[in-house]
């Protein structure tokens, strides 16, 4: 299995992040998160970035983040994942959610596509959807074709329920890896008002 980056919301979300890496016992996986006082905010958007990638993703090909309850609003999972697409050397992405937030943000529908009208079950966004997902999930996962629906195979970022997942992680991490060799129009940069590790502004231009 490839070399697999966990990024995740400590305070919430170790229970999840304990069973994962228990499945394979943890060779696979890169377990050091960026805490306070790790990376030096008076440095440029792009030195931040680096100094993730160097120091904490060093030779991960795969970032799998755990969604919990509150993992879109914490600013270390927001640069991790930042960190992780950036540049030309970016990791696949896989999301992984805990089965009560899935359940929240999916609700099961039917296709009535009038150009399909297959009938097949898929999974509807709730409202929630955006509030809970990390906003480079989300829109990672977007799909840009004409279809009336799609898989995660379809789009750079799966997202998938962590009971499917833990049957099975080196199917969908294999996935996620596989996907970086994809033509895919990945979306690499958090929005200004995402939480997120931000550079101090310049001490001379705060008064200019």
């Not at 050091?32 to 008076?42: A, L, N, P």
């Not at 958007?45 to 993730?52: C, P």
């Not at 009560?100 to 099961?108: A, F, H, K, S």
Request: hydrophobic share 30%.
């Amino acid at each position: 299995m490839h070399k697999t980056f966990l990024s995740y919301h400590h305070a919430n979300d170790q229970d999840l992040k304990n069973l994962i890496v228990e499945k394979f016992s943890g060779e696979h996986f890169i377990d050091k998160s960026v805490s306070d006082g790790d990376i030096r905010t008076d440095n440029t958007e792009e030195t931040i970035m680096r100094t993730i990638r160097e120091d904490f993703l060093y030779d991960s090909t795969v970032t799998l983040v755990i969604v919990g309850y509150e993992t879109s609003r914490r600013p270390f999972v927001n640069s991790e994942i930042q960190a992780s697409l950036w540049g030309n050397d970016h990791n696949g992405i896989v999301a992984v959610v805990r089965d009560e937030v899935y359940d929240l943000i999916y609700t099961p529908s039917k296709c009535t596509s009038s150009s399909c009208n297959c009938g097949t079950t898929l999974r509807s966004r709730t409202d929630r959807y955006d509030y809970y997902l990390p906003e480079l999930v989300n829109k990672n996962h977007e799909y840009n074709g004409n279809a009336a629906h799609y898989i995660d195979d379809e789009v750079y970022c799966a997202i998938l329920k962590y009971s499917v997942f833990i049957k099975n992680p080196e199917r969908y991490i294999d996935e996620a890896f596989e996907k970086r060799k994809g033509n895919f129009d990945i979306k690499k940069k958090l929005s200004p008002d995402t939480p997120k590790i931000k550079p101090k502004a310049n001490f001379i231009n705060y008064f200019l």
